[in-house]
């Protein structure tokens, strides 16, 4: 075994942290009171390869591994998980889909404007009555020959109005249940796809979450990832991926929470000395360090376990368990380390804070993952 970091890998972290310094932090508090994405910040990414990172460089890519990917997204949610999770959707939802699963042609029109920054994707699976339940489809794409016709309503789509690629799950043959799904690449602009009013969140405020309608949109057969009923593997498929890149997030506010809370103990006097010195905080410091300590192992062990070609769904399940449980348990302590300070916006912490709760929720709930555990672990 090897714990250490390549060169390259070390490389990339440090590239990360400045953008992170650089560009993420200023406007961060203003973006996320104001729900602003970061649509400059996120052309910047782009160019700078973060959005196709373990994409192949033929399609614009930048040919990158997965334990980069996490690295990076560490460093980024650290600071700005608005933007982060743009990062994690396009790299591993769109990007690593499309170039698992979609056809040549399909990469070349797609996955090369996706991978190099041109244009953002989005994941389109939950509806308002089948988020967990993934299987129970209402949105349907019926088959027309050279067709589809594309009806229903997703809900709490990442980047719902800011991409220009959608990537929809949707029923064709109800009788099939999971086999009858098909996954659709669907272009903005398509007569009949509406974009619904943006939510107004708790957390990664900045980022740009709405509810999708589609009615009567007509989507060539072209446009379909896999052979038919292949819609339900592929949401399954990649978004075992994707649940190692929202762990790297939790990740990243939990260690984000901790340095701020690290600084702010060293510097703030309390019964005369610094409170880092009372035993009160240095020990929930001592407990945050050791719980963000084995996330990152696990995070990092997910990643390798891609990276060697081995199935990752069981690590990815229990990276995101954990790191979301971490990041919301520490940012709440962090929270309380700055005392009243950490109340106020200023002080990042309360931000962090209502980050962190989403990390509990998206790509699939705690209890999501504790289902595939359980069922991984049963089934032996
Ligand atoms: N890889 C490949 N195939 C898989 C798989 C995986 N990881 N997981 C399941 N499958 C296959 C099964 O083998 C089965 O196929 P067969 O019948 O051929 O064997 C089929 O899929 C159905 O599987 P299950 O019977 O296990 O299905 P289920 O109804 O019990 O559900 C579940 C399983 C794990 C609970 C699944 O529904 C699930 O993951 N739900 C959560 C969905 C989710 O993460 N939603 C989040 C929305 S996306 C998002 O948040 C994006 C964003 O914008 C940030």
Redesign the pocket.
């Known amino acids: 075994m090897d714990f250490s970091l390549s060169e390259e890998h070390l490389m990339i972290r440090q590239a990360a942290r400045d953008f992170a310094q650089n560009e993420l932090l200023p406007g961060v508090i203003e973006r996320d009171d104001a729900q602003k994405f970061p649509a400059e910040q996120i052309k910047k990414l782009g160019e700078l390869g973060f959005l196709g990172m373990m994409t192949d460089t033929k399609y614009n890519g930048s040919g990158m591994d997965t334990l980069s990917y996490v690295i990076a997204m560490e460093e980024l949610s650290k600071v700005d998980a608005s933007a982060s ?1 743009v990062v994690s ?1 396009n790299n591993s ?1 769109v990007c690593w889909g499309l170039e698992a699963f979609a056809s040549e042609e399909q990469k070349q029109k797609y996955l090369t404007r996706l991978a190099s920054g041109e244009v953002i994707g ?2 389109c ?2 509806e308002p009555e089948a ?5 129970s489809q209402k949105t349907t794409a019926i088959d027309k020959g050279d067709h589809y016709i594309l009806n229903g309503t997703k809900n ?3 980047n719902g109005g800011t991409a220009d690629t959608y990537l929809v799950i949707a029923q064709t043959d109800k009788e099939k249940g ?2 009858g799904i098909n996954a659709l690449i669907v272009e903005k602009g398509m007569p009949g796809f509406e974009i619904g009013p943006k939510e107004n969140k708790l957390g990664i405020r900045g980022s740009d979450t709405h509810s999708l309608n589609f009615n009567d949109v007509k989507i060539p057969k072209e446009n379909r990832i896999g052979e038919d009923g292949f819609g ?2 592929f949401a ?2 990649t ?2 991926g ?1 649940r190692i890149g929202i762990a790297a997030q939790a990740l990243g506010i939990a260690a984000g929470a901790y340095e701020l809370a690290l600084k702010y103990s060293k510097e703030r006097k309390a019964f005369g000395t610094e409170i880092a010195n009372h035993q009160a905080i240095a020990f929930k410091l001592a407990d945050m360090h050791v719980q963000i300590e084995a996330v990152r192992n696990l995070v990092y062990k997910s990643a390798w376990e891609k990276d060697q070609g081995l199935n990752y ?1 069981l690590s990815g399940a229990i990276a995101k368990l954990y790191a979301s449980k971490v990041a919301m348990d520490t940012t709440i302590e962090a929270v309380q380390i700055h005392g009243g300070n950490g109340f106020v916006k200023d002080y990042h912490v309360e931000r962090l804070m209502r980050d962190a709760k989403i990390t509990q929720i ?3 709930t705690s209890e ?1 993952q504790k ?2 555990i359980s ?1 991984s672990i049963l089934k032996d």
């Open positions: 999770v959707v939802l989005a994941f699976l939950s988020g967990s339940d993934a299987t709490w789509i990442t999971h086999k339900f593997k399954m498929k978004l075992a994707g769904d998206y790509e699939g999501i289902i595939v069922r």
